[in-house]
């Protein structure tokens, strides 16, 4: 879904430090199907490292180019819901004693 697959696939997480490296510039004669490409690994990156992040923010779930595949589609899904929840399970996890 991203034309290269990640060297290391790590309980369904891939680094967002991969990501920026093999996705990091955009060629000067880029096709579409290449820019769509860079553009999904970009908002991979924003939804692993600020909008949903994990404990050490530099890892994205796998599940994430799934929702990514086609660009039209994305007024269908909620995400909203998607971030307040996920703010929700780090607010808990955060408050727990332990």
Not at 1 to 8: E, H
Request: proline residues 4%; positive net charge; charged residues 20%.
């Amino acid at each position: 879904m991203l034309g290269k697959a990640p060297n290391k696939i790590e309980s369904g997480l891939i680094s967002t430090n991969w990501l920026k490296k093999i996705f990091n510039k955009l060629p000067d004669d880029a096709m579409e199907e290449v820019i769509c490409l860079y553009a999904r690994a970009f908002i991979m990156r924003l939804i692993g490292g600020i909008l949903m992040p994990n404990k050490s923010r530099n890892l994205v779930h796998i599940r994430w180019p799934l929702h990514l595949m086609d660009f039209s589609e994305w007024a269908k899904l909620n995400w909203e819901s998607a971030m307040l929840s996920t703010l929700y399970r780090e607010l808990y996890r955060a408050a727990q004693s332990n």
